[in-house]
């Protein structure tokens, strides 16, 4: 069994100091053999993270899926790509996130593509610069595929090879390592995205010291992670730090990390899947012996829907959403 550190002896990945707490102690099954280590929280900005840190190695499949899976979900991904053919869906595009042309000055055609735009889940960057993106950790692809269609110039780097096979066959210009092992050219990319990325890496100091590097000037770096502030955290204690996430950020230690990398915060999202708190409401109960399952039907995802929204103006949902400028 690999034994864990004192506490004091390792500092925060975040703000570097040596000021932590024990939360939990910790112990799995990694590689056939008892890994045992602790969640610490930094008592200066707010971070979670584990120590010390299972080491994966890039071969290591960490995203198992099928064939039959992917093509499913493609054949979804160019249903949602002629979907956005629409009048009103290319008015949003254009007129609110700047697609085929530079957002409209008119205020009043943007108002109505703002207010359209929360009629439909997009879930899209705006259009920024030329258009040049790079999603890190971008799994399969599939993604980017959808960015490609609607004329960004897109290219994906993704540690699991199964992955990096199946955005190939979608013409993605792909990497298979990480970011810092790409080698692409400074200032290159006028967007970075790294989509529920930073909780896997050890130090995610030096994969953002990258991102920064290969962006342009005034470039967008968006990072969305597991919020520590949230109430899943409350219902999963415990197991919601686990092998996989050796991170957890808080807005707090967000924002004391984009700072201490010289990134500009130009806002700060929060959201919630409904999926997840049922999830967690049933862990919770699971946990105190209560026989009690709530499936995730028609009626209570209606039900989870304002308690979501609340969750959201609260910051207290499951998603911290950062866009940040270099």
Request: hydrophobic residues 40%; glycine residues 6%; charged residues 25%.
């Amino acid at each position: 069994m690999k034994n864990i550190l004192a506490a004091k002896d390792s500092n925060c990945p975040v703000c570097e100091k040596y000021n932590n707490s024990v939360l939990y102690y910790k112990e799995e099954n990694l590689a056939a053999e008892k890994f045992s280590y602790r969640i610490l929280r930094c008592n200066s900005c707010s971070h979670l993270f584990s120590f010390p840190s299972p080491a994966f190695k890039e071969s290591d499949s960490i995203y198992e899926e099928s064939r039959a899976v992917f093509l499913n979900d493609l054949e979804r991904t160019n249903k949602k790509i002629k979907r956005l053919k629409s009048f009103w869906r290319r008015f949003v595009l254009r007129e609110y996130l700047g697609y085929k042309k530079a957002p409209s000055r008119r205020i009043l055609k943007y108002l109505c593509a703002l207010f359209l735009s929360r009629f439909t889940s997009l879930n899209l960057l705006p259009f920024h610069k030329e258009g040049r993106i790079l999603d890190v950790g971008c799994n399969n692809g599939l993604y980017l595929h959808l960015l490609k269609n609607l004329g960004w110039q897109v290219w994906g780097v993704e540690i699991d090879r199964n992955a990096c096979r199946l955005a190939r066959e979608l013409n993605i210009n792909i990497f298979c390592g990480n970011l810092e092992e790409a080698g692409f050219s400074e200032s290159f990319f006028d967007v970075v995205r790294l989509n529920q990325v930073l909780e896997h890496i050890p130090d995610p100091k030096k994969t953002i010291k990258e991102a920064r590097r290969i962006l342009k000037k005034d470039g967008k770096l968006y990072i969305s992670v597991p919020n520590a502030r949230s109430f899943a955290f409350f219902l999963f204690k415990d197991a919601w730090l686990s092998t996989g996430h050796v991170q957890g950020f808080s807005p707090r230690s967000m924002k004391c990390f984009c700072g201490d990398l010289g990134l500009k915060i130009k806002s700060m999202r929060f959201s919630s899947s409904k999926n997840l708190l049922i999830m967690g409401v049933n862990y919770f109960f699971k946990a105190r012996g209560k026989g009690i399952s709530l499936k995730n039907g028609f009626v209570l995802r209606i039900i989870a829907a304002p308690f979501s929204f609340i969750l959201n103006m609260l910051h207290l949902s499951d998603t911290l959403t950062v866009e940040a400028e270099k």
